[in-house]
């Protein structure tokens, strides 16, 4: 199996504050994770790759001093969203890529509810 | 830049009644396909990767084709709890380990 769990499932902050979410793979190891962001009714969004040992790489538009991303080992990575506000609230999914073969498959993890009041 | 274009973006189906999901592609350097079913406030499920043109493989009532623009899932006989959305990503060649993914198709079957 390939099983990714995120924590925690949902989140209520207040604005300013900081929010830390972790991804963890339970049963392999990932050398690179995913994080994503999701609007309702809209497909992912990928933010950003972070690859084990090294500096996130953030797509366009994505500001990395506010989401810092922190890969210390080959099964966590996590995601801190800092000095949240309203406009951060959203569905966070983070993947890790298992590779077996010459194939890498994303394995997602349940995803994180954050709500910035 | 590689694309992913799904269709139909919403599909209603009797239970029981067989249809296909169609998910577009133009990419440089296919090396995967891949097939995702996420339900609502959940994260993707993984179902399949196609690798090459021809290549089929199935899961239960689900099957997935590829061709060299296409890939099908096809759903045979479905049931209510097929209902989610069905997430369509490609990885080509010039991504490291990147997905695109299409903008889904939302199935509900009704019982």
């Known amino acids: 199996g390939a099983v990714v769990s995120q924590h925690p499932s949902r989140v209520i902050c207040k604005s300013g504050t900081s929010v830390k979410i972790e991804c963890r793979s339970l049963?392999?190891?990932?050398?690179?994770m995913f994080w994503y962001r999701q609007f309702p009714k809209q497909s992912l969004m990928l933010m950003a790759t972070?690859?084990?040992?090294?500096?996130?790489?953030?797509e366009q538009g994505v500001e990395k001093d506010k989401f810092l991303i922190n890969h210390a080992s080959l099964t966590l990575s996590t995601l801190t969203v800092t000095s949240a506000h309203p406009e951060d609230s959203s569905f966070y999914i983070c993947s890790a890529s298992k590779t077996s073969g010459s194939t890498d498959t994303q394995y997602f993890g349940p995803g994180t509810r954050l709500t910035v009041l | 830049e590689d694309q992913v274009t799904q269709s139909p973006e919403a599909l209603r189906l009797q239970e029981g009644e067989s249809s296909s999901l169609n998910c577009s592609y133009t990419?440089?350097?296919?090396?995967?396909l891949f097939w995702y079913r996420q339900d609502p406030g959940k994260g993707p499920e993984f179902l399949f990767t196609?690798?090459?043109a021809g290549e089929e493989k199935e899961k239960e009532r689900l099957k997935a084709t590829l061709t060299k623009k296409e890939s099908f899932l096809h759903i045979t006989a479905p049931k209510p709890e097929d209902s989610a959305t069905y997430l369509c990503a490609v990885h080509g060649s010039g991504s490291a380990r990147q997905l695109t993914f299409g903008s889904g198709t939302q199935l509900t079957v009704l019982p």
């Open positions: 990419v440089s350097g296919l090396r995967g």
């Open positions: 049963d392999f190891q990932a050398t690179t």
């Open positions: 196609l690798y090459s």
């Open positions: 972070s690859n084990e040992g090294s500096k996130a790489t953030y």
